[in-house]
């Protein structure tokens, strides 16, 4: 089966129509940190987004693609993360049912998130098999419709508008770089990027414990993540054959960090940049910072994807 | 002899002058804090300001106004935080020499701002009888003009020039809030707010702490602060007679928070605007927080004075 990938006029389209629902997020930049870094880098603050991450603006394209009578019957996904919190608000915000099925050992913040939101959620043991169990289940029982973190049409097109906003937010760079974990964000920023800045490099940033998609792109064959196991939390999910393809035929390269590295990136964002990122948003900036050859002298945009983090862990990670 | 205090014409006048070398710093809001607290509130965040702080407005207007001559002479000043690296940073970008008396216990961070910025320091006894005297060797042996942190109608009519940005980012809230340290903020905010919003109500916010405004507010009398100790590390200094008297006739209200309740609103800040601020800039949310029925319903503006916090401080008072 040809599996389907949106064009540029699939993003165009998609970001009228969720143009009003999400925040158009700014620009950053630090001098401090180009002068570190010797490069000249652009970061795009996701982390403002609605429900505080990129997946805002996929759940949202999801959630208004759907037919009349699907909105009725609702929507339904299995989440530990941002997506949960992101499909809740989107399907309330429009008056759509969210069945969320959440692990039990779910962080408290994003439980929280989802019930502030008014997802219903059903709690599950915290392995993949309960997980889609229980979400058939779900399914089952109330015909809502399953909207996929990642492996969807609509929701990589969402994503991209993130890239397309950027477009018209700076000139064109000579790098664009997303995180990659599912591969839904650098999916949707590739596409744009190779649509609108030709000759724009893109480069993914991926932590060197959970480098499915590294073995994949240097090894030309779709690789999953074995026991992945990072702080970036948000990348610990391997491509589908969707995302993997869009990676193949769009993204220039692959490049991993060390988890102190991302560590580091993350410190040097709230120290210089003043913003609260999430672990895997400074996956990127880490990636720059194990490779200061390849950037060099560069302009370079990077998609921040988002700012949920628990205060307890920030702790943590950064003493 | 009487004090000089800046209208708003100086203020205005003093915009124009700093303007070309200042952010121009966004207002963020956020649904969840407002739907908490019952009320509308807008964050001006001069933790994006340049050297992170919005005293790099009255430090710039501060070397911008000195003749030729002084220009060439340098500045001088003794700090150990914001004021330190905002006078630093403001001077080298004017080419005018700063020379900074710092306690040999300030933080690293602040002595590594300061050193960033091609200030030349000098290190002393933790006392203020050592850092003025200190600070006089520095004037006889080198001509340098002084600039107070607060007590100077250059660098308060330069602290003004946020509220005076804010008026035209906002329509008229029925509060504006600034914390009160030494009261340049508070100065410039209330003189800017009583002229262009006459019917706004002014409040300061104060740590319990180091409540000497509050306790020159109440009592009608210039009242110093004794030993103060808190997490707001920027709200350590007392009033002057300068910003005692614009105090009195400018500001509505002067409210205290107490240190644990400061600590809430900055993890309300960090988690729900995702931005970085210091623990100064969370007093007037903290007063928010422990005054819930003086700001039910109303809007309300916030200055948030800046994000230069130490990372390793950070986890200490979040944690």
Redesign the interface.
């Known amino acids: 089966m040809k599996i389907s990938i949106p064009t540029i006029l699939d993003i165009e389209t998609t970001y009228s129509r969720i143009k009003p629902f999400v925040h158009n997020t700014?620009v950053?930049k630090s001098e401090?940190i180009n002068s570190m870094l010797d490069c000249e880098l652009f970061f795009k603050c996701e982390?403002?987004q609605k429900a505080?991450t990129f997946k805002y603006r996929g759940a949202t394209n999801a959630v208004l693609c759907l037919t009349n009578a699907a909105k009725l019957r609702g929507v339904a996904t299995h989440s530990s993360g941002n997506h949960a919190g992101a499909l809740a608000k989107a399907s309330a915000i429009n008056g759509v049912k969210a069945y969320i099925v959440m692990p039990k050992t779910a962080p408290k913040?994003k439980i929280d998130a989802v019930n502030?939101y008014g997802g219903e959620i059903t709690f599950c043991e915290p392995t993949l098999q309960a997980r889609e169990s229980n979400l058939e289940k779900v399914i089952e029982g109330t015909g809502a419709v399953m909207i996929h973190p990642y492996d969807n049409f609509d929701v990589i097109s969402g994503q991209g508008t993130a890239c397309l906003e950027l477009t018209k937010q700076i000139t064109q760079p000579d790098i664009v770089m997303a995180p990659v974990g599912g591969g839904g964000l650098l999916g949707g920023t590739s596409l744009v990027s190779k649509s609108l800045w030709k000759s724009t490099k893109v480069i993914a940033g991926e932590p060197a414990n959970a480098d499915d998609a590294y073995q994949s792109f240097k090894s030309g064959k779709h690789i999953l993540s074995q026991n992945p196991n990072t702080i970036a939390d948000g990348l610990l999910t391997s491509l589908s054959d969707r995302t993997y393809t869009i990676m193949v035929e769009n993204v220039d390269d692959v490049l991993i960090a060390k988890e102190e590295t991302i560590v580091e990136a993350m410190?040097l964002v709230?120290?210089y940049?003043?913003?609260?990122?999430e672990p895997s948003s400074a996956v990127p900036l880490a990636a720059v910072m194990e490779n200061i050859d390849i950037f060099k002298g560069k302009k370079v945009a990077i998609i921040l994807s988002g700012?949920n983090v628990d205060?307890g862990s920030?702790?943590f990670y950064?003493?």
Chains 1, 2 share one sequence.
């Open positions: 700014p950053l401090l982390n403002f505080g913040v502030s410190k709230y120290q940049l003043k913003i609260v990122i700012g205060l920030l702790l950064l003493s």
